[in-house]
């Protein structure tokens, strides 16, 4: 009972209340990779109603500056000072310097805090690491469908030209993705990780093949020593050569590069927040280390267009494009909008007139036939007082109708009258009929009134 009552005090604890989570990133918060991992990872936490998480945010900045000794030991220090007394639920870390960064010095911070990552690609920690303290997923970009398709494609094509900008990160990249490289028959590989830009653009226009693949290039640097903007690195690969660009990331899928089989930011933070919430959940269980299953065929439709590539039937069906042409109806879809409104309108306001106008008309066919009911009324009294009437007779259809008074002249009722010439003869005393037969006639013959 009291194992019992101690374990949902702890569930209490890490699950309900606020929950402070420190994340540590890599690089700067204005890295779109950063940025993916990030907004995967939150979303997951901030999706569930049994947490209330409180989030404190640094950045090691490695893509501008060396992450070297002495840069961790000040942060080492700038961390102790401002945490003083901080104690976090869970660490989050992205990319390999600040998973090392935390691995170095957690001992030092934050003492027995779980950890989870993403985006370390440093393999050979993986059954190095604590158990027990760490959980995540480990980023392993693959080559080899890409060099597959890029053989497919140009079958000709005998080197492909790999890119990374000499980081900790693209170092172990470079290391990981050999093997795969030898594996595809028929293809080499000219491998340029270097941290100077200039050295990279220069080989690459040396490069005598069409085809380039990015594996890490958000950490170059200037002949100063400056960090390069990320999408300047991508306009200046571009600009080197008629080169089809490839990506293992989906973060550089920019300014002509088409894609390829990438790894998705998003979805590695997601599956950090999966195993974060079950750390909180379950705060002694040793949880799963995997290799990231996130990757993905993402493509560029516009830039697949402007090298006229078309892909394989089996990779176009589980792809993912980006920049797809507009449809008609996605140009002039403000258009379209305002003509549903307006005919939305229209047909509101037409229903409303119409009906108003079948109002009014009923209204004006009641009144007349009010009117005439009146009138006729009148002319009954009329013809009553001066006992006369009057009556019509339509030769085509040879019908006879007679006002109310004729019937009281011949003593008849409407029931007993067949309303017709032969009817009326019928009502003619017989010394008269032929009389009558001939002024008619006679009307007929000559248009005389009789």
């Known amino acids: 009972m009291k194992k019992f009552l101690f374990l949902m005090l702890v569930t209490f604890y890490y699950v309900w209340g606020d929950t402070p989570v420190l994340i540590v990133h890599s690089y700067h918060e204005?890295?779109?990779?950063?940025?993916?991992?990030?907004?995967?990872?939150?979303?997951?936490?901030?999706?569930?109603?049994?947490?209330?998480?409180?989030?404190?945010?640094?950045?090691?900045?490695?893509?501008?500056?060396?992450?070297?000794?002495?840069?961790?030991?000040?942060?080492?220090?700038?961390?102790?000072?401002?945490?003083?007394?901080?104690?976090?639920?869970?660490?989050?870390?992205?990319?390999?310097?600040?998973?090392?960064?935390?691995?170095?010095?957690?001992?030092?911070?934050?003492?027995?805090?779980?950890?989870?990552?993403?985006?370390?690609?440093?393999?050979?920690?993986?059954?190095?690491?604590?158990?027990?303290?760490y959980s995540g997923v480990f980023e392993k970009k693959e080559i080899k469908p890409n060099l597959r398709l890029i053989k497919s494609l140009f079958p000709k094509e005998r080197e492909v030209f790999i890119v990374g900008d000499g980081s900790l990160t693209a170092k172990a990249i470079h290391k990981e993705l050999k093997n795969d490289i030898t594996t595809v028959a028929g293809l080499k590989a000219q491998c340029v990780n270097e941290?100077?830009?200039?050295?990279?653009?220069?080989?690459?226009?040396?490069?005598?093949?069409?085809?380039?693949?990015?594996?890490?290039?958000?950490?170059?640097?200037?002949?100063?020593?400056?960090?390069?903007?990320?999408?300047?690195?991508?306009?200046?690969?571009?600009?080197?050569?008629?080169?089809?660009?490839?990506?293992?990331?989906?973060?550089?899928?920019?300014?002509?590069?088409?894609?390829?089989?990438?790894?998705?930011?998003?979805?590695?933070?997601?599956?950090?927040?999966?195993?974060?919430?079950?750390?909180?959940?379950?705060?002694?269980a040793v949880l799963s280390i995997f290799d990231n299953n996130t990757r993905k065929w993402i493509f560029d439709a516009e830039a697949l267009a402007a090298q006229k590539i078309t892909l394989p039937k089996e990779i176009r069906e589980q792809s993912t494009f980006l920049n797809l042409p507009e449809t008609f109806f996605d140009k002039h879809h403000e258009w379209f909008i305002l003509l549903l409104y307006g005919l939305s309108a229209t047909v509101i306001i037409g229903s409303s007139l119409y009906g108003w106008l079948m109002y009014r008309s009923r209204t004006i066919i009641a009144q007349r036939e009010s009117a005439l009911s009146a009138i006729s009324k009148r002319l009954n009294q009329a013809q009553q007082i001066s006992h006369l009437g009057n009556w019509e007779w339509d030769i085509q259809a040879n019908t006879i109708w007679w006002s109310d008074e004729i019937y009281r002249i011949f003593g008849l009722e409407p029931q007993q009258f067949r309303a017709t010439y032969e009817g009326f003869l019928e009502r003619v005393h017989p010394e008269d009929r032929e009389l009558i037969e001939s002024a008619v006639m006679n009307t007929f013959e000559h248009d005389n009134g009789y």
């Open 195 to 284: 941290q100077q830009f200039d050295v990279v653009l220069e080989k690459l226009r040396d490069f005598k093949g069409k085809t380039v693949v990015l594996t890490t290039i958000g950490g170059f640097l200037t002949r100063n020593g400056n960090l390069m903007p990320l999408d300047e690195v991508i306009h200046q690969i571009h600009k080197a050569g008629p080169f089809v660009i490839f990506s293992l990331e989906d973060t550089y899928i920019q300014d002509g590069v088409i894609g390829g089989y990438v790894v998705d930011g998003i979805s590695e933070g997601r599956e950090a927040g999966q195993l974060a919430l079950q750390i909180l959940a379950y705060p002694g």
């Open 30 to 133: 204005s890295y779109s990779w950063t940025q993916k991992q990030r907004e995967g990872f939150v979303s997951v936490l901030n999706s569930t109603k049994d947490i209330y998480p409180l989030y404190s945010t640094e950045y090691l900045d490695t893509k501008r500056r060396v992450f070297d000794q002495e840069y961790e030991d000040e942060f080492v220090h700038y961390m102790r000072a401002k945490y003083k007394g901080y104690h976090p639920k869970l660490i989050y870390v992205t990319d390999d310097d600040a998973f090392h960064f935390i691995l170095d010095n957690q001992d030092k911070l934050f003492p027995g805090v779980r950890v989870v990552f993403s985006g370390v690609n440093d393999l050979s920690k993986k059954k190095s690491i604590n158990r027990r303290t």
